[in-house]
């Protein structure tokens, strides 16, 4: 099971850098492990956390995320995207 240092490890070594927001986001993602969760959901919680977060910011850090295989990306016929 990785740690959110190991999972800051992936960030920097794929030359990422390591902002408030992906901080944040990594420790939501390990704190929700194995749930399903909506986009609504990561952004309400980024929002609580850094106020005046835009959403596309989430997304876009989300994508990265996905792209480097920390979260995936399914897209159910009921809930529509979700990640985990």
Do not use: C, W
């Not at 099971?1 to 992936?10: N, P, R």
């Amino acid at each position: 099971m990785k740690k959110h240092k190991d999972l800051l490890e992936i960030l920097r070594s794929n030359k990422m850098r390591i902002t408030p927001a992906r901080r944040i986001l990594l420790q939501f993602i390990l704190d929700h492990k194995g749930r399903q969760i909506p986009l609504k959901e990561f952004y309400a919680f980024m929002e609580k956390n850094l106020p005046g977060i835009d959403r596309s910011s989430v997304y876009r850090n989300l994508e990265a995320l996905k792209g480097l295989e920390i979260v995936q990306e399914l897209d159910l016929p009921k809930n529509g995207k979700v990640y985990q």
